[in-house]
């Protein structure tokens, strides 16, 4: 049974929390990848930064819909997502827009739990970790590479 370490891709393209947005646009461009891990620097997993958290910065502002009554103003939408959106619009540094509740394998995992996790969380890629450390990503791609035709 094939394992996570057995397909994980070692040499890995990631970011800091501290790398500007400009500079994480230039490294998507420049190696082709659409997704990073974000780590500090003894190499611990902090994160995941996608293409589309960089892109979300220039979707058009939704203004939450509110309605008035009386002296009252009551909100129909949440308050805290419209803030969110403002926070990530707004955003300088990879540790404004990246998603840091990522789902993880260890290098032991079978394959098929690897899937099963991309499918049940509807990612492309999981960082391989041992004991909070990145070891690697499986992607998509690297299970399609390892599949018995």
């Known amino acids: 049974m094939l394992k996570a370490r057995d397909i994980m891709t ?4 990631t970011v800091s929390m501290e790398t500007s947005v400009d ?3 230039r490294l998507f461009v420049k ?3 659409s997704a990073m891990p974000v780590v500090d620097s003894e190499g611990m997993l902090q994160g995941i930064v996608t293409e589309t958290d960089l892109v979300a910065q ?3 502002l939704h203004i939450p819909t509110v309605v008035s009554l009386f002296d009252w103003v009551v909100y ?3 308050e805290d997502r419209f803030a969110e ?5 707004t955003a300088q ?3 404004e827009i990246c998603t840091t509740d990522v789902a993880t394998c260890s290098p032991d ?3 098929s739990q690897v899937v099963a996790v991309m499918l049940e969380k509807s990612v492309h890629m999981v960082p391989v970790v041992q004991e909070g450390k990145l070891l690697g990503v499986v992607a998509r791609l690297d299970i399609i590479r390892n599949m018995e035709l």
């Open 93 to 95: 540094k990879v540790r």
């Open 31 to 33: 190696t082709g990848v």
């Open 23 to 25: 500079e994480l646009a």
């Open 85 to 89: 959106q403002v926070k990530k619009m």
């Open 109 to 111: 995992e079978p394959v």
């Open 58 to 60: 220039d979707k058009p």
């Open 76 to 78: 129909l939408e949440s």
């Open 10 to 13: 070692s040499e890995v393209h």
